[in-house]
Nanobody, 120 residues
Framework: QVQLVESGGGLVQPGGTLRLSCAASGRIFSINAMGWYRQAPGKQRELVATITLGGMTKYADSVKGRFTISRDNARNTVYLEMNSLKPEDTAVYYC??????????????WGQGTRVTVSF
């Protein structure tokens, strides 16, 4: 009943910039934390960045100082601005949200992912 849709992925040169978006829709009472994860071929999914309802952020060491996570609570949307991209950032990026569908039902929802390729 709740879904997350990512957008903004694509091909970018090393050192370039991309901005990812993720919008939540459906039966939503409220959203707590939101985050971005990524999975490269042959590797397990890893946390990239998270942001709480109050705006506190956390980043993986590999992206700290290069990526910025933000959110628009009125639009149920989370963003990831990726700067100084490296080939090792190549992966499918997934959006995540912890939310209430009703005042007493808490669920975790994942998007289908958007592909980011960093290459010449």
């Amino acid at each position: 009943q709740v879904q997350l849709v990512e957008s903004g992925g694509g091909l970018v040169q090393p050192g370039g910039t991309l901005r990812l978006s993720c919008a939540a829709s459906g039966r939503i009472f409220s959203i707590n934390a939101m985050g971005w994860y990524r999975q490269a071929p042959g590797k397990q999914r890893e946390l990239v960045a998270t942001i709480t309802l109050g705006g506190m952020t956390k980043y993986a060491d590999s992206v700290k100082g290069r990526f910025t996570i933000s959110r628009d609570n009125a639009r149920n949307t989370v963003y990831l601005e990726m700067n100084s991209l490296k080939p090792e950032d190549t992966a499918v990026y997934y959006c995540n949200a912890d939310l209430f569908t009703t005042p007493d039902k808490y669920v975790e929802v994942w998007g289908q992912g958007t592909r980011v390729t960093v290459s010449f």
